[in-house]
């Protein structure tokens, strides 16, 4: 069975910084493709980037500047990194694995299993 579990979250001020976890049982991120995103209620899911099985990263255009996906392959974990974060910033974070550890796109039909998700506040 797998499970991901992501930790972290909380509430920061405007321009703060938070790192996001992502603990895998049931499969070994060293093999797999993994991502995040994050969802507002009533929108769609926002793929922020994704670290394939031999490190390899693609983030969002528009977050790249200021978030950062990584992975520690020995504690089986993804992290966010997120810095200079802002009110719109604002959501709940997910981590997702694909079936492959080939990456292709930030799809959330790409994407087979979840974590529960961590919110994310940022407000002054």
């Known amino acids: 069975q797998v499970v991901l579990v992501e930790s972290g979250g909380g509430s920061v001020q405007p321009g703060g910084s938070l790192r996001l976890s992502c603990a895998a049982s049931?499969?070994?991120?060293?093999?797999?493709?993994m991502a995040w995103f994050r969802q507002v209620p009533g929108q769609e899911h926002e793929g922020i980037a994704f670290i394939s099985r031999n490190d390899l990263t693609l983030h969002n255009s528009d977050l790249k500047a200021r978030f950062t996906i990584s992975k520690d392959n020995a504690k089986n974990t993804i992290y966010l990194q997120m810095n200079g974060l802002k009110p719109e910033d604002t959501s709940t974070y997910y981590c997702?694995?694909?079936?492959?550890?080939?990456?292709?796109?930030?799809?959330?039909?790409?994407?087979?299993?979840w974590g529960q998700g961590t919110q994310v506040t940022v407000s002054s």
């Open positions: 997702a694995a694909a079936p492959e550890g080939r990456c292709s796109n930030l799809g959330t039909n790409s994407y087979r299993w």
């Open positions: 049931g499969l070994s991120v060293s093999d797999r493709c």
